[in-house]
């Protein structure tokens, strides 16, 4: 479908924030008044962090917790109750390759992403009732985009001063149609990412003792960074 064939009535845009559960109701009802049907839920909402956990105020951990996992979940659970009365649809959450492996200056993000991976993973094994409702967990590496600006930091009110270079990060586009083919072909988890950050996802699934060496030694190196100012190391997951 070309976007010159869409109408006004095609397109409806709504302010939501994850973190009012409240709302996220009223959210849903919203769109099936507007359109009778939600076909796809992308779950694309979250913030990543760059502190050390021995720096990092707990309010923080549960800032990221209630964005990028609770409000995520209460969101799809308003979509789900339409999906199973429908018998149809796509869940489709964008996760990160950090819900697989482990990585320095974001044990906060990590967790909210190995969460995820969890309850999808488990919802989907509730489900099988309805085969053609599915359960998609996109796992990006890097990409170009704003998430570093918008990192968490050690405390609330501290923003990151130096977002780096993103030249060596995939570009946004070509995360985004690699999506759209994961979904179209119902692919449970789709890793989306270049190497050597593949390479290292791969390691962590089947040589852990092997990935937990190279990250020591790679997390070592970032962390020094990182102390001296420097936001993100090319060799290094982000």
């Known amino acids: 479908l070309e976007i010159s064939s869409l109408s006004e009535n095609d397109i409806l845009v709504l302010r939501l924030d994850l973190t009012d559960r409240s709302s996220h109701e009223a959210a849903t009802n919203s769109v099936l008044k507007h359109f009778g049907k939600i076909d796809v839920l992308v779950n694309n909402g979250g913030r990543s962090q760059r502190s050390l956990f021995v720096d990092t105020n707990l309010d923080v951990y549960n800032a990221i917790i209630e964005l990028n996992y609770l ?8 979509v789900l109750n339409h999906m199973i009365q ?5 869940i489709v959450t964008v996760s990160s390759v950090m819900g697989i ?12 992403k190995h969460a ?6 488990s919802l989907r094994t509730e489900l099988t009732d309805y085969p053609e409702i599915s359960v998609i967990q996109i796992c990006p590496g890097p990409v170009q985009s704003q998430i570093i600006q918008n990192v968490f930091t050690e405390n609330l ?6 977002s780096g ?9 070509r995360c985004a149609r690699l999506t759209l083919v994961s979904v179209a072909n119902d692919v449970k ?12 996802c791969y390691l962590w699934q089947y040589a852990p003792t092997w990935a937990w060496w190279l990250m020591n030694r790679m997390g070592k190196r970032r962390i020094q960074n990182f ?12």
């Open 71 to 78: 409000g995520t979940i209460s969101l799809t659970k308003y």
């Open 86 to 90: 429908r018998k149809k649809g796509k």
């Open 101 to 112: 492996m482990g990585a320095p200056l974001a044990t906060g993000y990590c967790a909210s």
């Open 116 to 121: 995820l991976q969890g309850f999808f993973n």
């Open 157 to 162: 009110a501290k923003s990151i001063e130096n």
């Open 165 to 173: 270079d993103q030249s060596h990060k995939m570009p946004t586009d």
């Open 189 to 200: 988890e789709a890793w989306i990412s270049d190497h050597p950050y593949l390479a290292v």
């Open 227 to 238: 102390k001296s100012g420097i936001v993100s190391v090319q060799c290094a997951p982000l």
